[in-house]
């Protein structure tokens, strides 16, 4: 049995304390336990500096239509990334990792006096895969004043998994990702206010959920200002209503959003200028 994720408590920075589902007899590996019997382990994670490098490869296909000012785009994706770092679980670590002997820097599994240890080191075992379907889209009128101009994106995630050692585990993404950008603009000077949503996903067990979520920005780009050659000046204000991130409904003190709901609401102004 491996997978990515552990049902963890307590857990402090490199130390945690997963559940196993059984505890083998001494003995070279590989083990096995016909009983289950779940105790709480110690595990001691540390770093491995012979770590591969991770490769990734995308496929897709498209297709685009475009009249006037108007566009749509849509394409199919597949995206895995392999060789990335993971652990195996507490219960595969004591069925497969050697007896720690003196002077062992690897991973090994501890016992003193009835307490067990499992000391884990990060390997080259985890290989992620998502498939689905982007959307773009737009539209600009021009006015009397200006113009008017609205664009947009959708992301449909059709699967995600991860496998760690061979074996399939859940990954959980929102379904569903939309951001929609309207415009206004006169000259050099546009104004635009976006909103961005996210649908709501279960944990990694299945047991919870963390909830939707949306956000606003304001942004305020003015080109050449004060009639500056070669020179943007940009302000505004992302996760105006200071969203806050979602918490998972078994565990509040879980949380998941994207990286502005953590920030909170954030004002910023940018010069760019070339010479």
């Given at each position: 049995?491996?997978?990515?994720?552990?049902?963890?408590?307590?857990?402090?920075?490199?130390?945690?304390?997963?559940?196993?589902?059984?505890?083998?007899?001494?003995?070279?590996?590989?083990?096995?336990?016909?009983?289950?019997?779940?105790?709480?382990?110690?595990?001691?994670t540390?770093g491995?500096?012979?770590?591969?490098?991770?490769?990734?490869?995308?496929?897709?296909?498209g297709?685009?239509?475009?009249?006037?000012?108007?566009?749509?785009?849509?394409?199919?994706?597949?995206?895995?990334?392999?060789?990335?770092?993971?652990?195996?679980?507490?219960?595969?670590?004591?069925?497969?990792?050697?007896?720690?002997?003196?002077?062992?820097?690897?991973?090994?599994?501890?016992?003193?006096?009835?307490?067990?240890?499992?000391?884990?080191?990060?390997?080259?075992i985890?290989?992620?895969?998502?498939?689905?379907?982007?959307?773009?889209?737009?539209?600009?009128t021009?006015?009397?004043?200006?113009?008017?101009?609205?664009?947009?994106?959708?992301?449909?995630?059709?699967?995600?998994?991860?496998?760690?050692?061979?074996?399939?585990?859940?990954?959980?993404?929102?379904?569903?990702?939309?951001?929609?950008?309207?415009?206004?603009?006169?000259?050099?000077?546009?104004?635009?206010?976006?909103?961005?949503?996210?649908?709501?996903?279960?944990?990694?067990?299945?047991?919870?959920?963390?909830?939707?979520?949306t956000?606003?920005?304001?942004?305020?780009?003015?080109?050449?200002?004060?009639?500056?050659?070669?020179t943007?000046?940009?302000?505004?204000?992302?996760?105006?209503?200071?969203?806050?991130?979602?918490?998972?409904?078994?565990?509040?003190?879980?949380?998941?959003?994207?990286?502005?709901?953590?920030?909170?609401?954030?004002?910023?102004?940018?010069?760019?200028?070339?010479?």
């Open positions: 049995m491996s997978q990515l994720w552990d049902v963890v408590r307590h857990s402090t920075g490199a130390q945690d304390h997963p559940y196993i589902r059984c505890v083998p007899e001494r003995g070279p590996p590989p083990r096995s336990c016909d009983t289950r019997n779940w105790r709480q382990v110690t595990r001691i540390t491995n500096p012979e770590l591969d490098p991770s490769g990734s490869e995308r496929r897709s296909i297709f685009e239509a475009r009249r006037g000012p108007s566009y749509f785009l849509a394409d199919w994706y597949r995206l895995t990334t392999s060789d990335l770092p993971g652990r195996h679980s507490g219960t595969s670590a004591m069925l497969n990792h050697p007896e720690c002997s003196p002077g062992s820097s690897g991973s090994c599994i501890e016992r003193a006096a009835g307490d067990i240890t499992i000391h884990e080191r990060f390997v080259n985890a290989e992620t895969r998502v498939s689905g379907v982007n959307t773009r889209f737009g539209t600009r021009e006015t009397g004043w200006g113009f008017v101009a609205m664009r947009g994106l959708w992301r449909y995630v059709t699967r995600s998994e991860v496998l760690v050692a061979g074996r399939k585990n859940p990954n959980p993404l929102p379904r569903n990702a939309v951001r929609i950008v309207t415009s206004a603009g006169r000259n050099n000077l546009t104004a635009s206010w976006a909103v961005n949503w996210r649908d709501e996903i279960q944990n990694h067990w299945g047991y919870g959920r963390f909830g939707s979520w956000g606003h920005d304001l942004t305020l780009d003015w080109k050449m200002p004060l009639g500056l050659d070669n943007r000046l940009t302000a505004g204000v992302y996760n105006v209503t200071d969203a806050k991130l979602s918490t998972n409904t078994a565990n509040p003190s879980a949380t998941d959003g994207p990286v502005a709901a953590g920030w909170g609401r954030t004002f910023f102004v940018t010069l760019n200028m070339k010479f």
